[in-house]
Structures are given as C-alpha cells and as structure tokens.
C-alpha cells in the first residue's frame, strides 16, 4: 500500500509519499501550475499509476475558524475532478488505471505554518524554503492522515 499527499498550491502542487507500511510520508516534488491548479490533475493520476496509489490524502484549506472558504472549495472541486478523472482512465482501453484510489480531504490549517518550522529545523535557509514548503506542506499533511489511520488501526486492534 502506498498513500499521496497533495498540497494544492497556486504556483505549485506539492506531492508526498508514504512508505508501504504508511508509517512515514516523504516528500515527492512539486508541480509547476502556474496559477491553476488543475493544471496537475494529469500528472498527479501519472504518479498515482506509477507509484501503484491506493488512497490520496488532498488537504482542505479551511478558514481558522474551520469554515469552508474560496480555497477549500476549491480543493473539494480538484478532488472531484481527479476522481472523474481516474474513472475515465480506467475505462481507457489503451492504457487502463488498475486501481482508483479512495480521496480523502484533509483540514490543512497550519500546515504551511508546520511545514516552514521542519524547514528552518531542518537548517534549510529561507531563501530555499520556496520551492521546498509545497511538498513539506504535502508531507504534513500525509502523515497527519497516516498517524490517524494508525490510530484508528491501534483502536480497532487493542
């Protein structure tokens, strides 16, 4: 099993993967989107193929006070839109998706804010934290999902 964070961003889309056993996420690059983010739908189902995903984890930029704003719908539409995306891949005849990993939406709050401090932890300058902080956000986000799962997994177990 192997999960995807995503980290939709204007400039780029942050991309993090976790190991098999979804215990950690590590970071997996960017997408240039130049403003629009839909931009990296293709690519994104490009890595989903590739990297045999079975569950994204999106994160949902909700407002602080935990409201849906103009972003988080947003990110509920690039959602949607890479569902009925990998449906029409796996009705590709040429090149069909084996597997349409679930979605998951995640509240993202603050995951910038996290991502910038495991930067400058890290001893990374801040000039270089730009084109790192996408896929650091995408990180957060991942293993905030993965420690849940694991939580959930530990409950159901003990």
């Given amino acids: 099993m192997v999960w995807l964070g995503v980290d939709l961003g204007d400039a780029r889309v942050g991309l993090a993967l976790s190991d098999p056993e979804l215990t950690l996420a590590h970071p997996a690059g960017n997408i240039q989107v130049y403003g629009d983010s839909f931009r990296a739908l293709d690519e994104v189902i490009d890595v989903i193929e590739d990297e045999s995903v079975d569950h994204v984890v999106v994160g949902l930029?909700?407002?602080?006070?935990?409201?849906?704003?103009?972003?988080?719908?947003?990110?509920?539409?690039?959602?949607?839109?890479?569902?009925?995306?990998?449906?029409?891949?796996?009705?590709?005849?040429?090149?069909?998706?084996?597997?349409?990993?679930?979605?998951?939406?995640?509240?993202?709050?603050?995951?910038t804010v996290t991502a910038h401090q495991q930067l400058f932890d890290a001893q990374i300058g801040g000039r270089r934290h730009r084109p790192m902080v996408d896929q650091q956000s995408a990180v957060v986000i991942l293993q905030t999902a993965l420690d849940r799962a694991e939580r959930y997994r530990g409950a159901i177990d003990g």
Avoid: F
């Fill in 61 to 111: 930029p909700l407002l602080l006070n935990g409201e849906a704003g103009k972003s988080a719908k947003k990110a509920r539409r690039w959602a949607a839109n890479l569902e009925k995306r990998m449906q029409a891949a796996a009705q590709d005849e040429s090149e069909p998706l084996n597997v349409i990993p679930t979605i998951e939406l995640v509240d993202e709050r603050l995951t």
